[in-house]
């Protein structure tokens, strides 16, 4: 049971746009920032979002990312089928003293 | 270009003993913290543990705490962790990771990764 929680899987259609959420606490993503990560299959995880909202040098800019709250949602406009991949939310808890993952979501774009 | 790159993973028996090694380059080391996370086959991303840039502070989740051991050597450009009482729920593939290195002191976020080395607790 991870401490974020995120929905197991999302689908959309090519050229859509989606959204994934992820869900904590005051004691993580409540007072703390939030990053998101994308896996594509079999690869390393690669920094998509930090800071609630930033991307780094080289992310395009349909992904976006918001807080709002203990919850905070990863957006991804103009769907691709090179999009399909694991995204994990992530954040610093401050009751465990942790780095928190949620359990990944699985997008499939049909 | 930033390369990281584990290894010395493999199988190992319940109870024994592994040491992994992260080869930095592309960027100056010894600037950077850094961390390994780990992902069990199937499953999701788990925060193993953290150094500062100097090797100074130190922190580790508690799955691991008093069995594995971080550390850095920035003269060789190498991060390592060494893994004791081996659990075959230690099973996963281990990344290092450098952090966004904001001077927390603890893991902010996850920057660039390796590739991972495959760690398999069985008898």
């Known amino acids: 049971q991870s401490v974020l929680t995120q929905p197991p899987s999302v689908s959309a259609a090519p050229g859509q746009k989606v959204t994934i959420s992820c869900s904590g606490s005051s004691s993580n993503i409540g007072n703390n920032y939030v990053s998101w990560y994308q896996q594509l299959p079999g690869t390393a995880p690669k920094l998509l979002i930090y800071?609630?909202?930033k991307r780094p040098s080289g992310i395009p800019d349909r992904f976006s990312g918001s807080k709002s709250g203990t919850s905070a949602t990863l957006g991804i406009t103009g769907l691709q089928t090179g999009d399909e991949a694991d995204y994990y939310c992530g954040t610093w808890d401050s009751s465990l003293s942790a780095l928190v993952f949620g359990g990944g979501t699985k997008l499939t774009v049909l | 270009e930033v390369q990281l790159v584990e290894s010395g993973g493999g199988l190992v028996q319940p109870g024994g003993s592994l040491r992994l090694s992260c080869a930095a380059s592309g960027f100056t080391f010894s600037s950077y913290e850094m961390n390994w996370v780990r992902q069990a086959p199937g499953k999701g991303l788990e925060w193993v543990s953290y150094?500062?840039?100097?090797?100074?502070?130190?922190k580790n989740a508690d799955s691991v705490k008093g069995r594995f051991t971080i550390s850095r050597d920035n003269a060789k450009n190498s991060l390592y962790l060494q893994m004791n009482s081996l659990r075959a729920e230690d099973t996963a593939v281990y990344y290092c990771?450098?952090?966004?290195?904001?001077?927390?002191?603890?893991?902010?976020?996850?920057?660039?990764w390796g590739q991972g080395t495959l760690v398999t607790v069985s008898s």
């Open positions: 800071d609630n909202n």
């Open positions: 150094i500062s840039s100097s090797g100074s502070s130190i």
């Open positions: 990771a450098t952090d966004g290195s904001y001077g927390y002191l603890r893991p902010y976020f996850f920057h660039y």
